[in-house]
């Protein structure tokens, strides 16, 4: 209640016509909350990025997204798939509009020496496999640490990278000791996210090993393989969530089935050893990718739906 004061509050204070929430609870609902118990007025646009809603499936919280899906003017799930569930779930006349998480594009190039940054990085010189990602269930990740052992059967001189931590860290560590794999395998804990661009820049292959968790929870999108698309670096990801919109199979990256170490094993051997789909997969994901979630494209698209919700309303900014 404090927050919906508090909102109630500031609209006041600084004429606020239109009110853009992200994630559909607690932020929106609080909004929309605002809304209909005191400014009718007022529009309300939610951003929706999946766990609001793969991840509360059960009661209290299906009651309350579905207000507030039918209280916003605009609903904005960052993928297709993800509105697909909000209307199949929520409601089916949900005021849909898609708009995917953006990034600076300008900030994740290609390397014009992969080598050299394997090198300085990793002291390493061979094939590099990345994860950038939280170590939680619906990550996948314990599938990918299953796959290693194969994949280094094939091709021995390839590491793993593992960039991030979670409350999965040291069971995924204990497993790769139980393999016998840690000379494969580089655990960095968290990366500051400034220098996320040199990790991706020098991985020949990322993984992106997502599932649907036990509870529902999946990827509402997938940014980090955008990111690493926008590298230049060839991507391999499950066709779960919001994945399929950012990897088109076979010309950006190879989708594969979730929870499938075999797939992982058999997608990453293919793209060690064909460089030159490695290399057209790079370039095609680059293009792919900032032509459709730089921050200038994902801008431009809010700034449209905010000038189409306030129409005559909307002011000039002084």
Request: proline share 4%; charged share 25%.
């Amino acid at each position: 209640l404090s927050q919906i004061v508090h909102l109630h509050r500031m609209v006041r204070q600084c004429r606020i016509d239109l009110v853009h929430a992200h994630w559909l609870f607690p932020q929106g609902f609080l909004a929309c909350l605002y809304k209909h118990w005191f400014n009718p007025s007022i529009r309300v646009i939610c951003s929706v990025h999946g766990g609001d809603v793969y991840g509360l499936r059960t009661e209290p919280f299906v009651g309350m997204n579905r207000f507030t899906v039918k209280t916003a003017d605009r609903v904005v799930p960052v993928s297709s798939s993800l509105g697909e569930s909000i209307r199949n779930d929520l409601w089916r006349r949900a005021p849909l509009t898609t708009i995917s998480m953006g990034f600076d594009a300008a900030r994740f190039l290609p390397s014009d020496s992969r080598t050299g940054l394997k090198k300085r990085l990793f002291g390493h010189q061979g094939p590099v496999v990345l994860f950038v990602g939280r170590l939680v269930e619906k990550k996948g990740v314990s599938y990918l640490i299953e796959a290693v052992p194969e994949v280094i059967a094939e091709a021995p001189d390839t590491l793993f990278v593992l960039v991030g931590g979670g409350h999965l860290e040291h069971m995924i560590r204990d497993r790769v000791r139980r393999l016998g794999i840690e000379r494969h395998v580089r655990m960095t804990g968290f990366v500051d996210h400034s220098r996320l661009s040199d990790y991706y820049a020098a991985a020949d292959v990322f993984v992106g090993p997502s599932i649907v968790a036990a509870g529902g929870d999946t990827e509402g999108f997938g940014l980090t393989l955008a990111e690493a698309a926008a590298s230049g670096c060839a991507v391999v990801a499950t066709n779960v969530g919001g994945i399929r919109d950012v990897v088109i199979h076979g010309k950006t990256g190879l989708l594969i089935p979730e929870k499938d170490s075999p797939a992982i094993r058999d997608a990453v051997l293919h793209l060690i050893r064909h460089p030159e789909v490695r290399s057209e997969m790079g370039l095609q994901g680059r293009k792919y990718v900032t032509e459709r979630f730089d921050w200038e494209v994902i801008g431009k698209r809010f700034r449209g739906v905010y000038l189409e919700i306030l129409g005559a309303n909307a002011r000039q900014p002084r």
